[in-house]
């Protein structure tokens, strides 16, 4: 199918798997007051973001598509807790259905009281932590030290997702895979979201085959799914179809259409290509499966996963 062809359809239905809404006037995102470089290093120049983007703007957007719900990322803020409640208030005046992903550190001391803080909202429904760690790039460091994954102290913080019902996202490179499969395997009882393609640093033949491998090995668990965004921060502002088609097809080759959500990653996207032909890529590369396996696809993991209301 043509992104022309795909444009031509009827608006799709989708859940947006992730999303950031924020407003620098409620919640402060240092990164937005100053260049960030580790920021920069994963996003590329993102001087042209808003200070503040919302439903109305999302909506605006989005309007190729029939958004029937969204998934709100929470988007570094200096006060996780404080942005929570806010897109709280947001999320219940909302027209479209919101469901939310909030940050966690899973070596904090105060852990236990940040996740009853999340329970007292009723639209978090996720939590996650960035774990990033490029052992060739000091700059695309976003965790505290390479070895979370493997960390006693750091793992026993998970089992206090134990007494709550939310998933997990832990936002990893692709060489990082091997200790991500170790966690998922010691806690089957925790659903894990598999964040921006397992985010592969060597776009390379041989990367690509690293990747798979990995991936195979992690696919094999079924408490994770896989989250297909943020296609500019891995293959560049100026991504092709040809590029991107490959890896998200073996994601899904591997994972399943069941385990396989799409993502606009607004407003971060509109520093590429944007919304629409972002989806109309989509829909390009998916067009070969089934009209229900693509609806899952768009719409139905996201909003089972993370239980869109």
């Not at 852990?111 to 996720?126: C, F, G, Q, W």
Request: proline share 6%; hydrophobic share 45%; charged share 20%.
């Amino acid at each position: 199918m043509s992104e022309v062809a795909a444009a031509s359809n009827p608006r799709l239905s989708i859940v947006d798997a992730h999303v950031h809404f924020y407003d620098a006037r409620s919640n402060r995102h240092g990164f937005l007051e100053q260049v960030d470089p580790v920021y920069e290093a994963l996003v590329g120049d993102y001087s042209a973001l808003p200070k503040s983007y919302l439903l109305d703007t999302y909506l605006q957007d989005s309007r190729s598509c029939h958004v029937e719900g969204i998934i709100w990322h929470e988007y570094l803020s200096d006060n996780p807790e404080a942005e929570a409640r806010w897109a709280q208030h947001l999320a219940t005046a909302s027209s479209a259905p919101i469901a939310m992903v909030a940050l966690v550190d899973f070596l904090d001391p105060r852990l236990p009281e940040r996740l009853a803080t999340y329970s007292s909202l009723p639209n978090v429904s996720a939590v996650r932590e960035h774990l990033g760690w490029d052992h060739a790039n000091p700059l695309k460091r976003f965790a505290k030290r390479p070895d979370l994954l493997s960390d006693p102290a750091w793992q026993s913080g998970l089992r206090h997702l134990r007494d709550h019902r939310f998933k997990c996202g832990l936002e990893v490179f692709a060489p990082q895979l091997p200790d991500l499969l170790k966690v998922v395997r010691l806690y089957p009882e925790i659903g894990f979201t598999l964040a921006v393609q397992a985010w592969p640093l060597d776009l390379s033949a041989d990367g690509f085959a690293r990747w798979k491998r990995d991936l195979r090995d992690l696919s094999r668990c079924e408490n994770i799914v896989a989250d297909i965004s943020a296609i500019e921060c891995v293959f560049g502002m100026d991504w092709t179809v040809d590029v991107v088609s490959p890896w998200i097809l073996t994601l899904i080759e591997l994972f399943g259409p069941d385990r396989c959500m799409f993502g606009s990653h607004l407003p971060i996207a509109n520093l590429s290509r944007g919304f629409a032909p972002l989806y109309a890529a989509y829909r390009q590369i998916v067009s070969g499966f089934s009209p229900s396996e693509q609806d899952r696809m768009f719409r139905g993991v996201a909003a089972d996963w993370f239980g869109l209301r």
